[in-house]
Nanobody, 125 residues
Framework: VQLQASGGGLAQAGGSLRLSCLTS????????VAWFRQAPGKEREFVAA????????SYEDSVKGRFTISRDNAKNTMYLQMNSLKPEDTAVYYC???????????????????WGQGTLVTVSS
């Protein structure tokens, strides 16, 4: 496993969680690193991404203003701070990385070659 996601759990609506994505093998430098999520019975969807070197970020509309993606260069770790959680945020969250992602493919899960195992986020109402 090249990416390891952690930090999921149970939260109440309006609460917060912070997810982490760590790699001990792959350097994130030069990559786009992203979070995707998949709810039961639904397709995997884009949540947020960050261009590691430049720090540019992208967000899915429904999480803008609530979620913040960030990185720690020294720890080679990416984070997703999730605030004001809603029941519809319930899903398995996956981190992904790839060097070849461009602006037109950043939201496409097929553009990413490296994936973590997923961490479950459950938000109760």
């Amino acid at each position: 496993v090249q990416l390891q996601a952690s930090g999921g759990g149970l939260a109440q609506a309006g609460g917060s969680l912070r997810l982490s994505c760590l790699t001990s093998v792959l350097s994130f430098r030069g990559h786009v690193v992203a979070w995707f999520r998949q709810a039961p019975g639904k397709e995997r969807e884009f949540v947020a991404a960050i261009r590691w070197n430049a720090g540019f970020t992208s967000y899915e509309d429904s999480v803008k203003g609530r979620f913040t993606i960030s990185r720690d260069n020294a720890k080679n770790t990416m984070y997703l701070q999730m605030n004001s959680l809603k029941p519809e945020d319930t899903a398995v969250y996956y981190c992904a990385a790839d060097r070849s992602v461009i602006s037109t493919t950043i939201r496409d899960s097929r553009a990413y070659d490296y994936w973590g195992q997923g961490t479950l986020v459950t938000v109760s109402s």
